[in-house]
């Protein structure tokens, strides 16, 4: 089973959890490994993915500012 969570600034995927896991124990589980300013994650607390992945939006309007000012 996986589960995954959509929203404009990235999609996640978690695999080895039932359909009723809640996101919100996932998401939370995902910060804490993903994000630098993430938080602890207490262990024990639920389901923990088997694997995961996260995929975000890549900012092209960045790099052509980047070299349009160079």
Do not use: K, W
Not at 31 to 36: F, H, I, K, R, V
Not at 39 to 57: D, I, N, S, Y
């Amino acid at each position: 089973m996986a589960r995954y969570a959509a929203s404009h600034s990235r999609i996640r995927v978690f695999c080895g959890v039932d359909e009723d896991t809640a996101l919100s124990h996932l998401n939370r589980f995902a910060d804490a490994l993903m994000t630098p300013d993430g938080a602890g994650f207490a262990a024990g607390l639920g389901p923990v993915p088997c694997a995961m992945a996260e995929a975000r939006p890549r900012c092209v309007h960045s790099a052509a500012t980047v070299q349009a000012t160079a």
